[in-house]
């Protein structure tokens, strides 16, 4: 397949494996998009020629960088001697302690191919291994601790894979060598990384103080530090490119405390477009070791020399193996450590939470298919079939075994799939008397989510929007009203559990069911009194049987909103047809069909007042905000359909923007509220405050469109 198709397929699978997450959320999306390699591989033939060289260089280099720019400098540096040791020492320990036991277990693996197995296995996924890890609340010190040995790992894994591979083929191996070779491969690596990102923040410097501090130029300088890092390291010095960017990332994290003052803007647009990069790339390389799977384990499978099951189960020892020595020294490490109890517990969690992925899955192709004397590589197949399955077996075992030691799901999640969600929750609600109630928040809670924030701040603006009608700008009042109700729906559908969802859902079809009736009645008095044609009031009376349809549907088939939204489009595109393709006094019909939706929405407005007002119907037992957002969209109804509008586009637009304006003035305020009465934690405050920050940056860039055209 050509490298453009293949790229634009592999995008395409990213998104589809997270849209799938979303349905599926007791698997991690990693294996979903596994699955989805695996399958276009079988069913598609879809091949990738995997070379390390590039495949280091786009994405392994990328992704360390970001890696090291998110890792919580502070902890990294009260735990610098720990996290280095554990990061050389801990991976030697695995590679020599690992090889051994793997070639006394699996004795037709030769020991150096085991020691090289251990190595490029020994690598795990920081951002893996800190979402376990969190998840199961391991403590502070040792969360950080597996977390950072994870970042740095990567370097020291490939390297003794390198040694150990080299001794595979060539059938020697002189310690000295291989021992000054690593010091000058990973010191370099580092004083290379450090130099050269102080170099670039130089230049970034000098750069802004010569004026020249256009916000995409310098995104795409930094998007381009990690590459540019990683080839001067790899190609002119023949150091390690991983340590380099790892080194680099690290740095820039530490220095990057100006940036954030002096250029906002850069930093918030250089954070999202890493959060796409990474996305991207962190998905298309699970996809690769889907793709890759078949090859990696079609000459075990069909090899006649070893047996299948045999090959499986020599996969569950390696893994066991790696565990065991993860486990050992974890508990090592709280018994030297003396501030943590020791506890085989969180011992077994944190070996656990060692996730192999993207490192194990390049370096393990780099295996050569012959030696130094022309034979065949001994057991090549095998040490595919196994680096292959311990990477699926250390995701399975995350998923399934975790959760249980916990007796709670975990936030899996790995590079570029951290969900953008808070980290307060909600408990029950009770009444409040204030405006407050208004969104449902409760007072004697100490901080509510996200979600309920938005309801609450959206609201304000509704009300600042609402305060704001008056005759001249009503039908902007009402269409933008309109739109902050929508919002509103929408999150709470999300904020609710199913169990306070159903009853929400059944009073608000109620009600509508009313407004129906009450259009329903009002065109067939405007029929009986001659005030429309019987055409324009079966028209009219057709679309409010398909509405009434839809609601029965929607009661008792809540589970598929995306096929009913897909039958409402169709429809009202057929309908736009069937009015494009009408004869000549289609105008008259559109006219009555105007003037029949204005008394219609009167009269359903009026039908609900009467229905509350009865008396076997209790009207607290409604949802206020459904009702609301009923009656604001029976306005905007009326509104629309009158006949004398003459106010220009430009200058409805107009009134939009000012009111649009106004109403992100009563959010803020309202998020202020929230913070300083304890409601919402710092970080939902500042998600807030962004959200509104770019909504007004959008409606001014609306406002200058305008204005140049």
Not at 307 to 333: C, K, M, P, Q, S
Not at 585 to 604: F, N, W
Request: with cysteine; charged share 20%; glycine share 6%.
């Amino acid at each position: 397949m050509p490298i453009i198709e293949l790229i634009i397929l592999l995008a395409c699978l990213v998104l589809l494996s997270n849209v799938l997450s979303h349905y599926l959320v007791a698997i991690p999306v990693s294996l979903i998009q596994v699955g989805l390699g695996l399958g276009v591989a079988l069913l598609l033939n879809v091949q990738v020629k995997l070379q390390t060289d590039w495949f280091m260089l786009v994405f392994i280099a990328p992704m360390l960088y970001n890696d090291g720019r998110q890792f919580p400098k502070q902890e990294l540096w009260e735990l610098r001697g720990a996290i280095f040791g554990n990061a050389i020492i801990l991976v030697f320990v695995t590679t020599i302690l690992g090889g051994f036991l793997i070639h006394i277990l699996i004795p037709t693996i030769p020991m150096a191919v085991s020691i090289a197995l251990a190595a490029i296995l020994s690598p795990t996924d920081p951002v893996a291994v800190q979402s376990i890890s969190e998840g199961v609340e391991l403590p502070q010190e040792i969360l950080h601790l597996v977390s950072g040995e994870s970042l740095i790992n990567d370097a020291s894994g490939l390297i003794g894979f390198k040694y150990a591979l080299a001794a595979a083929v060539t059938g020697s191996f002189v310690l000295s060598r291989a021992i000054g070779d690593f010091f000058y491969i990973s010191l370099v690596g580092l004083a290379v990384g450090l130099a050269l990102i102080t170099v670039i923040q130089l230049i970034r410097d000098l750069l802004r103080r010569e004026g020249i501090n256009d916000t995409v130029f310098n995104v795409v300088l930094q998007i381009m530090t990690p590459f540019a890092i990683y080839f001067i390291a790899e190609e002119w010095f023949h150091a390690s490119g991983v340590v380099a960017v790892v080194a680099a990332g690290v740095l820039e994290h530490i220095q990057n405390s100006h940036e954030i003052l002096d250029a906002p803007e850069l930093r918030l647009v250089t954070e999202k477009v890493w959060n796409v990069i990474v996305y991207l790339l962190n998905g298309i390389v699970f996809l690769i070791l889907g793709i890759e799977l078949p090859v990696a384990t079609k000459a075990t499978i069909q090899g006649a020399h070893t047996n299948t099951f045999h090959a499986i189960f020599d996969v569950l020892i390696v893994w066991g193996i790696l565990l065991l020595i993860r486990v050992a020294w974890t508990y090592g490490y709280m018994v030297l450590h003396r501030k943590e109890k020791p506890s085989l517990r969180i011992a077994a969690l944190s070996g656990l939470s060692g996730v192999r992925g993207a490192i194990t899955m390049a370096g393990v192709f780099t295996i050569p298919t012959v030696i130094a004397n022309g034979d065949a590589f001994p057991e090549r197949a095998l040490v595919l079939f196994i680096a292959a399955g311990v990477i699926i077996v250390s995701l399975i075992a995350a998923t399934a075994i975790l959760p249980l030691m916990v007796s709670k799901s975990l936030p899996f999640v790995t590079r570029g799939s951290s969900p953008d969600g808070d980290d307060t929750v909600l408990a029950a609600e009770a009444d409040e008397p204030d405006e407050l109630d208004a969104a449902g928040l409760d007072p004697n809670r100490d901080q509510i989510s996200y979600e309920r924030a938005r309801i609450y701040i959206l609201q304000l603006a509704v009300r600042s929007i609402e305060e704001q009608r008056r005759p001249e700008n009503q039908r902007a009042v009402y269409d933008l009203m309109l739109d902050q109700q929508f919002q509103i729906r929408r999150l709470e559908m999300v904020s609710q559990t199913a169990d306070q969802l159903a009853p929400m859902l059944t009073d608000e079809l109620q009600l509508r069911l009313v407004a129906l009736n009450g259009e329903r009645e009002a065109v067939h008095e405007m029929v009986a009194a001659h005030e429309t044609t019987k055409l324009a009031a079966q028209v009219y009376l057709r679309r409010i049987d398909r509405r009434e349809q839809r609601i029965e549907q929607a009661s008792h088939h809540a589970g598929l909103p995306t096929l009913r939204s897909l039958r409402v489009i169709l429809s009202r595109a057929m309908q736009g047809v069937r009015l494009w393709l009408a004869p000549a006094d289609s105008d008259a019909l559109r006219a009555e069909q105007l003037k029949i939706q204005r008394s219609a929405s009167k009269a359903a407005i009026k039908a609900l007042s009467q229905y509350l007002k009865r008396t076997d119907v209790n009207e607290q037992q409604f949802d206020r905000q459904a009702l609301y957002h009923l009656i604001v969209n029976y306005r905007n109804r009326i509104e629309s359909a009158r006949a004398d509008h003459s106010l220009p586009r430009a200058d409805y637009e107009r009134q939009l923007r000012t009111l649009r304006i106004k109403s992100l003035g009563a959010e803020r305020a309202g998020v202020q509220h929230l913070l300083e009465s304890g409601r919402i934690s710092l970080r939902t405050a500042a998600k807030l405050r962004q959200f509104i920050n770019y909504s007004e940056n959008l409606v001014m860039l609306n406002d200058v469109d305008v204005d140049e055209d």
